[in-house]
């Protein structure tokens, strides 16, 4: 048995035994998340007291598979640079096509991003039936926060008991080493240009991100000398070939804001996108991120239209892993009305969840309905549901400390094209989203960290 899921077997023996002093570590680290930064929409972010354990096989194992996909989405970007016709398949606007286009001047084409997999770990050492990919996020990837508060709430209130004596366990650390990347990019784009301390401005849409977590890198900033503003994008003005925020002149810009919220403010962020068309500031979070973020990437990876970019081993690894999408449309929405259970739809370019249809979850007329809406509207994909991994998980209520079975998912966290760390959740039905909702935040323990 691998290591990884021994342990989720002795944590339950281990909380078994000791029902009530694990309802008492319980109130102790919701205390510690109510105090810490880690909240979302007004309110602490949810999670179980439940650790989610990896080995370092699933460490490699994680590495590993972030490095094929990486490869085959860089493909997809080179192509689409290449090639008008591939760039069709995409559908973007112009004005979107064109900021896509450009180039952000310190070799990544998506210094940030997170790989969204359900893993199940049953079927970790078969390879083929082990992982899925089920959201590619590569525009204002974030949950660094919550990883990290759970992870230190529950080593605080000593989640684990004497498993931690017997065995070393840590969690990566995705605030200085994001940190570490985003200044290898500012200074790969500035050149002799660089200066020592740089100013950044985080930037996105008052009330849309997540404060909290902005406040935390600005935080781990400043620890290192560097001087970091949250910022409107609508705040920055463009002058004199340089980007400035409050009349201070900024050298970095920490795109948070996605690229479709962007374009619904067009007019207002035209300084922002003068200066990023101009090379006149470094934008970590170039645009040619919203190749991999928009949901179109897994119509793409299977149009046999393209199986010339790849390898043969490549396209395995995209049939294997990437659940089948095609666009929703009149003509062939009467192949997925029936067999709901088979389906999700999503649309185009959106996240957190909104406007998904999951077939499972739905009776058979309001699937005709959703299915009937969707292919009208013109926006919408269509896409095999994946498998989803379950594991007992604790949960504690007011009565009854107890374990029952949950879903959960695992974010693998790239910074500058490279595996960095991950981030999970974990929900009783629901996983899709974390905040609100039944869906929760876990912390992640690795040995060996």
């Known amino acids: 048995m691998r290591r990884s899921r021994e342990w989720y077997a002795r944590y339950q023996r281990q909380v078994e035994k000791q029902p009530l002093l694990y309802r008492k570590k319980w109130d102790e680290a919701r205390a510690l998340i109510r105090d810490s930064s880690a909240w979302y929409g007004g309110e602490p972010v949810h ?186 994008p609508r705040e920055l003005v463009y002058r004199d070939k340089a980007v400035y925020l409050d009349d201070e002149k900024v050298d970095i810009v920490y795109r948070r804001a996605t690229t479709a919220r962007v374009m619904a403010f067009y007019e207002e962020v035209r300084d922002f996108i003068r200066a990023y068309r101009e090379g006149a500031v470094c934008v970590v979070g170039g645009f040619s991120s919203q190749i991999i973020h928009n949901k179109m990437i897994f119509k793409v990876l299977h149009d046999e239209a393209n199986a010339s970019l790849f390898t043969t081993e490549e396209t395995r690894f995209i049939r294997a892993h990437v659940p089948h999408t095609e666009v929703l449309t009149g003509e062939n929405m009467h192949t997925y009305i029936e067999e709901p259970s088979c389906w999700i739809l999503k649309p185009f370019d959106q996240y957190g969840a909104h406007g998904i249809h999951m077939g499972r979850d739905m009776d058979a007329a309001a699937w005709r309905q959703a299915v009937t809406e969707s292919a009208a509207s013109g926006g919408y994909l269509v896409q095999a549901a994946c498998r989803v991994p379950r594991l007992p998980m604790l949960t504690i209520d007011e009565d009854r400390v107890f374990f029952e079975p949950y879903n959960y998912l695992i974010g693998l966290f790239q910074y500058n094209e490279s595996f960095a760390g991950f981030y999970s959740r974990a929900g009783r039905r629901h996983i899709i989203a974390s905040h609100g909702g039944e869906a929760c935040t876990v912390p992640n323990f690795v040995e060996g960290l």
């Open 47 to 232: 999670f179980i007291y439940q650790p989610l354990f990896f080995d370092r096989e699933d460490m490699a194992f994680f590495k590993k598979i972030s490095a094929e996909m990486t490869g085959i989405l860089k493909k997809v970007i080179r192509e689409y640079r290449r090639s008008a016709d591939f760039r069709e398949q995409f559908g973007f606007s112009p004005e979107m096509e064109e900021l896509v286009l450009c180039d952000p001047r310190y070799g990544m084409d998506f210094p940030m991003a997170r790989y969204d997999i359900f893993y199940h770990y049953s079927d970790a050492d078969s390879g083929d039936q082990a992982f899925q990919f089920c959201e590619l996020n590569g525009d204002g990837s974030s949950s660094m926060n919550e990883s990290r508060a759970l992870y230190e709430a529950f080593a605080e209130t000593d989640a684990l008991g004497a498993m931690a004596k017997k065995d070393d366990f840590g969690t990566p650390e995705l605030f200085n080493s994001w940190i570490d990347a985003l200044l290898v990019d500012y200074r790969r784009f500035a050149g002799d240009g660089a200066v020592e301390t740089p100013r950044i401005a985080i930037a996105d849409f008052a009330g849309e991100g997540i404060e909290s977590e902005f406040k935390e890198f600005i935080r781990r900033m400043e620890e290192r000398g560097l001087t970091a503003h949250i910022a409107d």
